[in-house]
């Protein structure tokens, strides 16, 4: 029954699964005899751009009917819910991206213009060695995209999109999703969209050389770095929240330490221009290729158990020939010039 169930997902969602089963389930006695509940995983795997299964962890109330069962009610029990546990769903196919949405949301026919875009200027600058596709979920409200980032919804009241791996997907594989927040995304420019839109591919681009030891103001400064390229702005135009506070007099001290970058922090808008002003640094002055190779040699396998800030001093020394103590005075001196 629950088989038959998991194959009727793509039906009763109208999203293209390619593989939908129930696993691990556990039943146990709900009360009356003709009553059970069961715990299971629901493994769901999109057609085209899921390799592994997203898996989510269900509640499932089951009631005997006749000589059977059928299924009552169904819920999420763990982590973040499934996009069509928050209404009836929808799809919308691009040419290098797929957007699940919800009915009753933005069309997503708008955003997936917006992703095909993406990831050609993507790949441009990262090569072709990622899957070279995007994933999203496009909620139909604020509140709905905090739940499927498990978050409160006044923190991430300001955030366009996230880029998040899939629950039970293994760690440096495409299983990516870019959750798009509709009303933040909603209020930007077609400009401020597809920057949004590139940065967040940039995540997914880079998914296999980004480590916990990678800086976020690394890690968020090439991806702001890739999705402002040739983009024709000035420093003052993508910074300006930066250039405020430089010509105020007021000037950071150092790069922007990772609590910076955590939803609802006050100052997130500077941290985010101010590691964009490190890689654009970096880009204009060693050449786009040296960011790229300096960014995946912190990336690579062998930074476990490394002091941080000491793997990056080592690897700007190797790559680029600076420490990190002089990176810093040059990214200020850049900063400085925000002046007016």
């Given at each position: 029954?629950?088989?038959?169930?998991?194959?009727?997902?793509?039906?009763?969602?109208g999203l293209?699964?390619?593989?939908?089963?129930?696993?691990?389930?556990?039943?146990?006695?709900?009360?009356?005899?003709?009553?059970?509940?069961?715990?299971?995983?629901?493994?769901?795997?999109i057609?085209?751009?899921?390799?592994h299964?997203?898996?989510?962890?269900?509640?499932?109330?089951?009631?005997?009917?006749?000589?059977?069962?059928?299924?009552?009610?169904?819920?999420?029990?763990?982590?973040?819910?499934?996009?069509?546990?928050?209404?009836?769903?929808?799809?919308?196919?691009?040419?290098?991206?797929?957007?699940?949405?919800?009915?009753?949301?933005?069309?997503?026919?708008?955003?997936?213009a917006?992703?095909?875009?993406?990831?050609?200027?993507?790949?441009?600058?990262?090569?072709?060695a990622?899957?070279?596709?995007?994933?999203?979920?496009?909620?139909?409200?604020e509140?709905?995209f905090?739940?499927?980032?498990?978050g409160?919804?006044?923190?991430w009241?300001?955030?366009?999109?996230?880029?998040?791996?899939?629950?039970?997907a293994?760690?440096?594989?495409?299983?990516?999703?870019?959750?798009?927040?509709?009303?933040?995304?909603?209020?930007?420019?077609d400009?401020?969209?597809?920057?949004?839109?590139?940065?967040?591919?940039?995540?997914?681009?880079?998914?296999?050389?980004?480590?916990a030891?990678t800086p976020?103001?690394?890690?968020?400064?090439?991806?702001?770095?890739t999705?402002?390229?040739?983009?024709?702005?000035?420093?003052r135009?993508?910074?300006?929240?930066?250039?405020?506070?430089?010509?105020?007099g007021?000037?950071?001290?150092?790069?922007?330490?990772?609590?910076?970058?955590?939803?609802?922090?006050?100052?997130?808008?500077?941290?985010?221009?101010?590691?964009?002003?490190?890689?654009e640094?970096?880009?204009?002055?060693?050449?786009?290729?040296?960011?790229?190779?300096?960014?995946?040699?912190?990336?690579?396998?062998?930074?476990?158990?490394?002091?941080?800030?000491?793997?990056?001093?080592?690897?700007?020394?190797?790559?680029?020939?600076?420490?990190?103590?002089?990176?810093?005075?040059?990214?200020?001196?850049?900063?400085?010039?925000?002046?007016?």
């Amino acid at each position: 029954m629950l088989a038959e169930r998991a194959r009727s997902l793509p039906a009763r969602t109208g999203l293209p699964v390619a593989e939908a089963s129930y696993r691990n389930l556990v039943l146990a006695a709900a009360g009356p005899p003709d009553r059970l509940t069961a715990a299971a995983d629901l493994a769901v795997r999109i057609a085209g751009y899921d390799d592994h299964p997203v898996v989510y962890p269900r509640r499932i109330e089951l009631v005997r009917a006749g000589d059977g069962w059928r299924v009552e009610h169904e819920e999420g029990t763990g982590g973040p819910p499934a996009l069509w546990d928050l209404g009836a769903t929808r799809s919308a196919p691009g040419a290098h991206c797929l957007v699940l949405g919800l009915a009753d949301g933005p069309d997503p026919a708008g955003l997936a213009a917006v992703g095909d875009r993406a990831v050609p200027a993507v790949t441009a600058v990262w090569g072709d060695a990622w899957p070279g596709r995007l994933l999203f979920e496009l909620s139909a409200t604020e509140a709905q995209f905090a739940r499927l980032l498990e978050g409160d919804p006044a923190a991430w009241a300001g955030m366009a999109a996230v880029t998040v791996a899939a629950p039970g997907a293994p760690s440096h594989t495409p299983e990516d999703r870019v959750l798009v927040n509709p009303e933040a995304y909603g209020r930007l420019s077609d400009f401020g969209r597809q920057v949004v839109v590139t940065h967040e591919a940039t995540h997914v681009a880079t998914r296999a050389d980004t480590r916990a030891w990678t800086p976020l103001w690394l890690s968020e400064g090439v991806a702001d770095w890739t999705a402002y390229r040739d983009s024709g702005r000035t420093p003052r135009q993508i910074a300006p929240e930066l250039a405020r506070d430089v010509t105020a007099g007021r000037l950071p001290t150092e790069l922007p330490a990772d609590r910076d970058f955590a939803a609802g922090a006050t100052g997130i808008a500077q941290a985010y221009e101010q590691s964009w002003l490190a890689c654009e640094l970096i880009a204009r002055r060693y050449g786009p290729q040296r960011l790229v190779g300096f960014y995946r040699a912190v990336g690579a396998g062998d930074g476990q158990g490394e002091d941080r800030d000491r793997r990056t001093d080592r690897l700007l020394r190797a790559e680029l020939g600076v420490g990190l103590a002089e990176f810093t005075r040059l990214w200020l001196d850049a900063v400085a010039a925000l002046k007016a």
